[in-house]
């Protein structure tokens, strides 16, 4: 049987990375109301899998087990679902909608903003620090803007230095 590489020879995919607390990655996306992501993640304890502080994020919380998912525009107060499960889940923003393994899970208005900072995996990124940062693991990550795939995101490493990190299949970049 014959598979078909996907990532560049230099490179090999791994099933996942997982920070250990003190990882990020930075996707370059900032976050407006015409973004949608998609992460295919593993929560391992209370904190962001992904975000911004002024724009989009899915967030657990050991005082809500069910953890929120943040859409809003930064000078409003924002709004929150219901969204994050202690297990691997699909969590997926279009637009103002939120759903985790394809379920409807908050509706929000559509609001018009654009945030000041790129979108964070394994926190949220908070103006110029990292916060909410703790425990998951990514399978994929999957961005788009007003509905054009900008993002295809794939967990492995490079070969030459056994560095881990996300390859962009868009952008061809590690």
């Excluded at 920070?19 to 015409?34: C, E, L, P």
């Excluded at 509905?147 to 490079?158: F, K, L, S, T, W």
Aim: aromatic share 14%.
């Amino acid at each position: 049987m014959i598979t078909s590489r996907i990532l560049p020879i230099d490179y090999q995919q791994l099933d996942y990375i997982e920070s250990k607390g003190n990882q990020y990655i930075d996707t370059g996306v900032t976050a407006n109301q015409n973004i949608s992501i998609q992460v295919d993640g593993w929560m391992l304890t209370p904190h962001s899998l992904y975000g911004t502080t002024t724009g989009l994020n899915v967030t657990a919380s050991s005082a809500n087990v069910g953890g929120y998912f943040y859409y809003w525009n930064r000078n409003s107060t924002g709004a929150a679902g219901s969204s994050s499960e202690f297990r691997r889940c699909v969590y997926t923003q279009r637009k103002n909608k939120c759903f985790r393994n394809n379920k409807l899970v908050s509706s929000f208005p559509l609001q018009n903003f654009t945030d000041n900072q790129t979108i964070y995996l394994f926190c949220r990124h908070n103006y110029s620090t990292v916060d909410d940062i703790g425990r998951c693991r990514i399978y994929s990550c999957i961005i788009w803007d007003n509905d054009i795939m900008i993002r295809n995101m794939i967990p492995c490493y490079r070969i030459v230095d056994s560095e881990i990190g996300m390859y962009d299949l868009i952008n061809n970049k590690f």
